[in-house]
């Protein structure tokens, strides 16, 4: 069972990155999944959440900028950042939850800087 995130890297101020994370060894379609994110010296937030059947809720820094979505035939999840900020920049990790089952991945780095 894994979860691998990718498309991190370095953006300017207004850019934008879209993640992905990949599932293996489990189906993510009765997975909750959702990306969190932690930037250096600070704790591990929620970016955004989408429930297994597509609702999808997002914290309040990333609403209107952040979407999330899910495939779940290929099992993955993508997160769509638009319009960063050098506050957006932390490691961003995926998670999948289902009742007393949880993974995550190592995290991908996203740093916003000129």
């Known amino acids: 069972v894994q979860l691998v995130e990718s498309g991190g890297g370095l953006v300017q101020p207004g850019g934008s990155l879209r993640l992905s994370c990949a599932a293996s060894g489990f189906s993510i379609r009765s997975y909750d999944m959702s990306w969190y994110r932690q930037a250096p010296g600070e704790e591990l937030e929620l970016v955004a959440r989408?429930?297994?059947?597509?609702?999808?809720t997002y914290a309040d820094f990333g609403t209107g900028r952040f979407t999330i979505s899910r495939d779940n035939f290929e099992k993955k999840v993508f997160l769509e950042m638009t319009n960063l900020k050098f506050e957006d920049t932390a490691v961003y990790y995926c998670?999948?939850?289902?009742?007393?089952?949880?993974?995550w991945g190592e995290g991908t780095q996203v740093t916003c800087s000129s």
């Open positions: 998670y999948a939850g289902w009742g007393d089952n949880a993974y």
């Open positions: 989408i429930s297994r059947f597509g609702s999808a």
